[in-house]
């Protein structure tokens, strides 16, 4: 059981350039969320999905967009990158009542 | 929003000591995780734990609810528990997670 897969694992952008990450989970969670963690601090939350073809945001949603056509993706999209958004990405899923799982997370830097 | 402290910020352990991290949250919750990111900053999940005591091995955890704290107890502590631990409250249904700032522990052989 694969469990939440993220990729890539590493990445650079330069200042305007825009990406996609993408997390994918296995286990057929309802619930699907996109965290960042800064350096030396806890995990915030970016956007969130309950359900395929609903998103909403979460604490820190600026400069990100989602989607979910499925159940299983929950890609993450960055316009315009800019160095405030140095950061690792962690995605995460929940359902059952088992708390939630997270991915091994991305690290992205701007420069 | 919820309130999520964590304490203390740093901990450094000689292998095979005991030690209890700490966890108070400002407002009611339903459930609390507890996670470990390991040096490599992969976040395990090690409990998931409403109210009361579960326990996993050398870990357990207790959480009191009605007075807002959660504890970690970790015994015989390793080389390879070394890592920052958080502990994360849901603040509504959809399991949208809290997190405290963590602490660092540091276990040396």
């Known amino acids: 059981n694969a469990g939440v897969t993220q990729t890539p694992k590493f990445r650079i952008l330069k200042i305007g350039q825009s990406m996609t990450l993408q997390c994918a989970q296995d286990?057929?969670?309802?619930?699907m969320y996109w965290y960042r963690q800064d350096p030396g601090m806890g995990l915030k939350l970016i956007y969130y999905s309950v359900g395929a073809g609903i998103t909403d945001k979460g604490e820190v949603p600026n400069g990100y967009n989602v989607s979910r056509s499925t159940t299983e993706d929950f890609p993450l999209r960055l316009e315009l990158a800019a160095p405030s958004q140095t950061s690792v990405y962690f995605c995460?899923?929940?359902?059952?009542?088992?708390?939630?799982?997270f991915g091994q997370g991305t690290r992205l830097t701007v420069v | 929003g919820i309130q999520v402290e964590q304490s203390p910020p740093d901990l450094i352990l000689q292998e095979g000591a005991n030690s209890t991290l700490r966890c108070n949250f400002s407002?009611?919750?339903?459930?609390l995780q507890w996670f470990h990111q390991n040096p490599w900053g992969q976040l395990i999940n090690l409990f998931y734990i409403p109210s009361g005591t579960k326990q996993n091995g050398r870990l357990s955890a207790t959480t009191v609810a009605t007075e807002r704290y959660s504890l970690l107890y970790i015994s015989s502590s390793q080389t390879t528990d070394s890592g920052v631990y958080f502990c994360a409250v849901p603040f509504d249904y959809f399991n949208k997670f809290y997190f405290g700032s963590g602490t660092k522990l540091n276990v040396k052989p």
């Open positions: 286990m057929n969670h309802n619930y």
């Open positions: 407002d009611s919750v339903n459930n």
């Open positions: 995460a899923s929940s359902g059952g009542g088992a708390g939630a799982f």
